[in-house]
């Protein structure tokens, strides 16, 4: 996305890794080189005076062919060595699939570095092993073990780290901007050549470290560094938490190495783009830019390994909300295996050190405490915002917990989240002083001048329906996972005190409640001397309403949901903003005034899932508009804003927002219908015309599934199962069994046992009537055992194939009954019905 800049002729080489230019190494007449290649990548080893890759090429396209190239190299007591000077001439041996170079040995009288090079081939792949040895431990101001110097920013598009998040080349907009991270695999892509480098390093018992900078010549530098030691940034001075600089390439604090021998390995592999991140096919809309919203912008709030959220890592101060439910949401979108892995141990790491001993959540980490309220920090980086107590980051951090859970199925994990997820919201749930099914905020009244949700300079007070719609959203969503951890009075509980918060929050404003009668929408928040306030129809309170079962009238929707509408069409704007119409100059900080101004009715798309999701039921075809809107603004400036501007919408603001992909998530979750359940694949469409015929790539819980949506026909299928249905179902498939789930039952209604591959297609599912065609591929007769649940208990009922009543079968105690069937024919039409 960058314009290609001429590149100056190199009459020095440059050490990118140090902010220094050394001299380029002499040139010795018996200096040879020899190429190593696979069928993907294919390297060029120089050696002599020198021992440095000159080239290096990924499925043809040659990615390094500069002089610099790639080398090792270290910087200690401000003197730079390099595998560029060598003290001696290495030597080359070559054996089947194997090439060494040897002695490889740089430095001077202070400090030598002995190295030993094995290249090994391995199918498509080329294993580079390092043998390291320092003649005394030193303290290393800068590694690179080794440093590769792409020829352009824009060789690739981005690099996927090993944890999900990315390095995004966009975002280099300057020269010298450097990015570190502490991973062991990086994943570079460009989806226009559809070209992919795999780069995973192996050091068994150290820490790695990666880096990344746009050079002065504009290329991109790539760097490793192995310590025995987790690598700590340089800045800032007392935090030591800035992973992102401008203007400089000194990201890592210096370390202690000893004078010991190690070994680390580099693995470079091919992968094609498209085969392992292409979606499928999306009719209707422009599948490269829903990929490219997905796979860029929904990843930049990963900072690092440990640290996922909505801002991005190039915010000059680096925050991250953790008062933010969609960020385990985004997974559903990004679907990466790698980010839902990362973030496993990134909320593993909030656990331990962003919950506070009285079950408070801290609301933000950042890189510096300059956002934090005096003294509210601790060390790990997480603090109290100088706005308020954020409160929604309590339930917040159940919620996220508890959709991940939904997405890997790993039962394990969340048990170790379930003691602190219950002590989060138990300090919330304590709020409620008043005894309503509302909690109460740290402030009573907006005169306090202090907020308490993600609308930070706004003074939401005492009962925050803002908070309280996503308290009832972590509490139905932790209540499923409590009865998966077999706690079915836990769950009770949590499910009863959301009925009652749902009660409070349905009631008018004038009973208590948060509706309000004559501006037919639900208000920010209510004051403790009962003054009502937000009355301005804030977007998000109400989208949550109803995209999270608040809000289960329906005529109530409809008011929602058409007023803004229609207001969205007189003013033209391409997307929802924060209030559709001005708070009271009272109700926030001075500077959101007049309207429209900040967070006082300018467009910030982190709201577009929820937005989706309400629209989706009632009109998705207007759901889709904003999708298609939002697509079309990523077409011209890449989302990179914070928010957008009401009357003018430009975008603003140099905090970029992971949160700008929502509504694009909320078409895979709302309008696709794709919902990655614990135990199931959970489809629930809300197809339109237009989108009729996409097939999607899915990952689910180690598979690569198929998604098919047309009106009134939806497919889920692996490389040997397929189901096809009218509505909405869940399917699951191991190796030799597939089930189908009716509807949103959270138990197999049907499951066969199988050995060959089976098609199952869906007719017709109620109590009066089941009725099913398999279907297989195969010519071979096919052994199948049926299991069909969800039936009464004790009762007779027929099975019939094509018409003809093949057995009565009694069902069971628990409404279950089996039989086996061996299928002959390519398909058969099997129902099931009550005996006469």
Avoid at 296 to 306: E, F, K, Q, Y
Avoid at 457 to 481: D, G, M, P, Q
Avoid at 497 to 512: I, R, V
Avoid at 605 to 616: D, R
Wanted: net charge neutral; glycine share 8%.
């Amino acid at each position: 996305m960058f314009t290609k800049k001429p590149i100056t002729p190199l009459l020095l080489t440059l050490l990118l890794l140090f902010s220094f230019i050394g001299s380029k190494a002499d040139t010795i007449a018996d200096d040879k080189s020899i190429s190593i290649s696979t069928p993907k990548i294919a390297i060029r080893l120089a050696y002599g005076g020198k021992a440095q890759i000159t080239s290096l090429s990924v499925n043809g396209q040659k990615v390094v062919s500069n002089a610099d190239g790639v080398f090792t190299s270290v910087k200690v007591d401000g003197k730079v060595y390099s595998s560029l000077h060598l003290n001696a001439k290495p030597v080359l041996q070559q054996s089947a699939g194997k090439t060494t170079l040897n002695g490889i040995k740089y430095g001077d009288k202070d400090l030598t570095i002995t190295e030993n090079w094995i290249f090994t081939k391995k199918g498509s792949d080329i294993t580079w092993q390092v043998e390291r040895t320092f003649s005394k431990a030193a303290k290393i101001e800068e590694a690179a073990m080794p440093v590769i110097n792409f020829d352009n920013i824009n060789t690739w598009e981005g690099a996927y780290q090993g944890y999900g998040g990315l390095a995004w080349f966009y975002l280099f907009n300057e020269k010298l901007c450097t990015y570190g991270v502490h991973t062991r695999s990086t994943n570079f892509w460009n989806s226009k050549t559809g070209n992919g480098l795999n780069i995973t390093v192996n050091a068994p018992g150290k820490a790695v470290a990666m880096k990344y900078t746009r050079t002065n010549d504009d290329k991109l530098a790539y760097s490793v560094t192995v310590s025995d030691k987790q690598m700590i940034p340089k800045s800032d001075s007392g935090t030591n938490r800035r992973l992102f600089l401008r203007k400089r390439t000194d990201v890592w604090a210096p370390f202690q190495a000893p004078a010991l021998k190690n070994n680390q390995s580099i693995t470079f592999s091919y992968f094609d783009y498209n085969d392992k991140y292409g979606r499928g096919k999306l009719a209707g809309l422009n599948g490269a830019q829903v990929n490219a919203v997905l796979g860029t912008i929904a990843r930049i709030g990963v900072i690092d390994s440990l640290h996922f959220g909505g801002n991005s890592w190039a915010t000059p101060y680096g925050p991250i909300c953790l008062h933010e439910q969609y960020i385990g949401q985004l997974g559903l979108g990004i679907n990466d295996p790698a980010y839902l892995k990362g973030y496993e141990s990134c909320l593993d790491f909030y656990r331990d050190h962003a919950i506070q001993p009285d079950g408070r959540v801290y609301s933000r980490w950042a890189y510096t405490n300059e956002d934090a309220a005096p003294g509210q920090f601790n060390k790990d980086g997480f603090y109290e915002a100088q706005w308020g107590i954020l409160m929604d980051s309590n339930p917040d951090i159940v919620t996220n917990v508890a959709e991940l859970y939904n997405m890997t199925g790993d039962k394990a994990w969340v048990k170790t989240h379930q003691a602190s997820c219950e002590k989060a919201l138990a300090w919330i749930m304590k709020r409620d002083g008043n005894n309503n099914g509302l909690v109460e905020m740290m402030t009573d009244s907006q005169n306090q001048k202090k907020s308490s949700d993600w609308i930070d300079i706004i003074w939401a007070s005492y009962e925050n329906a803002f908070v309280n719609a996503k308290l009832y959203h972590a509490l139905v969503e932790w209540a499923v996972v409590e009865r998966q951890l077999n706690n079915p009075e836990k769950a009770r509980y949590y499910e009863n005190f959301a009925a009652k918060l749902k009660a409070s929050f349905n009631k008018p404003t004038s009973e208590g409640g948060l509706w309000d009668e004559e501006k037919q929408c639900y208000v920010h928040w209510r004051d403790k001397d009962n003054s009502i306030h937000g009355r301005n129809m804030i977007t998000p309170v109400n989208f949550m309403a109803i995209a999270y079962g608040i809000c289960d009238d329906k005529n109530r929707t409809k008011l929602i949901l058409d007023n803004i509408e229609a207001q969205m069409q007189r003013e033209k704007l391409f997307f929802w903003p924060l209030a559709m119409t001005s708070y009271e100059p009272a109700e926030g900080k001075e500077y959101q005034f007049p309207f429209p101004e900040y967070e006082n009715g300018d467009l910030f798309l982190s709201w577009g899932s929820v937005a989706v999701a309400a629209y989706a039921s009632y009109d998705p075809t207007l759901a889709v508009k904003y999708v298609k809107n939002v697509l079309e603004q990523y077409s011209k400036d890449g989302l990179a804003y914070q928010r957008y501007g009401r009357q003018k919408q430009d975008g603003r603001g140099d905090d970029i927002l992971s949160g700008n992909s929502l509504s694009i998530v909320g078409l895979y979750q709302a309008i696709y219908g794709i919902n990655p359940l614990y135990n199931r694949f959970y489809l629930d469409p809300h197809i339109t015309p237009e989108l009729a015929g996409t097939e999607l790539k899915y990952n689910y819980q180690g598979q690569r599934l198929t998604i098919g949506l047309d009106i009134d026909s939806y497919t889920v299928s692996n490389h040997k199962f397929k189901v096809i249905s009218p509505k909405s179902f869940g399917f699951n498939a191991t190796a030799n069994q597939l089930s189908y789930f009716n509807g949103n039952e959270d138990k197999a209604a049907l499951t066969v046992t199988s050995n060959k591959s089976l098609t199952i297609k869906i007719n017709n599912w109620s109590d009066g009537k089941i009725e099913w065609v398999q279907s297989k591929s195969t010519s071979s007769a096919a052994p199948l055992t049926y299991r069909v649940s969800k039936l009464k208990p004790n009762e007779d009922y027929t099975v019939a194939v094509a018409g003809k009543i093949i057995a009565t079968k009694k069902s069971d105690t628990k409404g279950e009954l089996s039989f086996n069937r061996i299928a002959s024919a390519a398909s058969e039409n099997i129902s099931i019905s009550h005996a006469n």
